[in-house]
């Protein structure tokens, strides 16, 4: 314990001196920006109307990633350019997959007008956009970043993805408040969650993190507000509609329906006050 001010200080100097590798939350979090902006004109603050402005600004966040990757290479699989040489290979499939996410979206939601609205509003586009990103990240074993980026979106929008999480094509969350996603999860194609949904692990035992922790959820699965499913080898089959406040820690087969079914009771008679007049 530190308890002498000049041993605190220069402790404190000491961690500052040592984390010279940490990237400012700032710079990082400008270059998300900055790439999404780019991707999606629904986001940009600044028209872009020439093919050689979109390569000038390619080049200019493929330069902003080696910076913030310089600062990381210690910990990298490999060199900072060779990195960032294969993300940007990849974006276009990131595109497209988020494109595909956006329509999914719009598909999925009667309030919806189009997908230019749900690329600049909607939160859970949002949260997607992110997830892909750090996602992809997490691939080429980028320490660090990836879950940066998974809390800004969880930060701006409520919804907790962790960046290790599998997910398919054309991935809806409407509302999105409260979601959580857990690492090991594996989403598959045309799923839909609703806002407050946890797929996470049964045991948060420290001894399971090298195993999978989280859930399946096959392709074409609805699962309603409020839902929690737990557990690595609990799988929700293709086709299943989940229903919400369900809590499921076992597998479910293909075309399931699970509901929570609760007792509401409805009285017109008037009831002692001691049991309707409460704080919290």
């Known amino acids: 314990m530190l308890s002498d001010k000049k041993a605190f200080i220069e402790h ?14 700032s ?13 999606f004109p629904p986001l940009s603050e600044q028209s872009i109307s020439a093919s050689k402005e979109v390569e000038h600004r390619l080049k200019v966040l493929e330069s902003d990633l080696v ?26 499939t990131v595109y497209n997959d988020l494109v595909e996410d956006a329509r999914a979206i719009e598909a999925g939601d009667p309030a919806a007008v189009n997908t230019d ?17 750090a996602h992809l990240l997490n691939r080429l074993q980028v320490p660090l ?30 509302h999105g408040t409260g979601v959580v996603i857990g690492e090991t999860a594996v989403i598959g194609d045309n799923v839909k969650l609703y806002q407050g949904v946890t797929l996470g692990a049964a045991s948060v035992d420290k001894a399971m993190a090298n195993t999978k922790r989280h859930p399946t959820i096959e392709d074409n ?3 309603y507000a409020g839902a929690t499913i737990l557990g690595g080898n609990t799988i929700v089959g293709r086709h299943s509609i989940i229903g919400g406040n369900v809590w499921l820690t076992e597998s479910v087969p293909a075309f399931s329906r699970v509901y929570h ?20």
Do not use: M, W
């Open 27 to 39: 710079v990082s979090c400008a270059f998300l920006d900055g790439l999404l902006q780019l991707l």
């Open 221 to 223: 699965v609805i699962v």
């Open 67 to 92: 910076l913030i990757l310089i600062k990381l290479q210690e910990r990298l699989p490999e060199a900072p350019a060779t990195i960032v040489s294969a993300f940007f290979d990849a974006l276009p």
């Open 117 to 133: 609205e749900v690329i600049r509003t909607y939160p859970g586009f949002y949260a997607v956009a992110v997830y892909r990103i």
């Open 145 to 174: 970043l990836p879950r940066v980026y998974a809390e800004h979106a969880h930060t701006k929008t409520g919804i907790d993805i962790h960046p290790g999480a599998s997910i398919g094509a054309a991935f809806c969350i409407d």
């Open 12 to 25: 404190l100097a000491n961690s500052h001196r040592n984390s010279a590798h940490v990237v400012p939350r």
């Open 261 to 280: 079914r609760s007792q509401i009771k409805v009285s017109q008679k008037p009831d002692p006050s001691y049991l309707i007049n409460f704080s919290i």
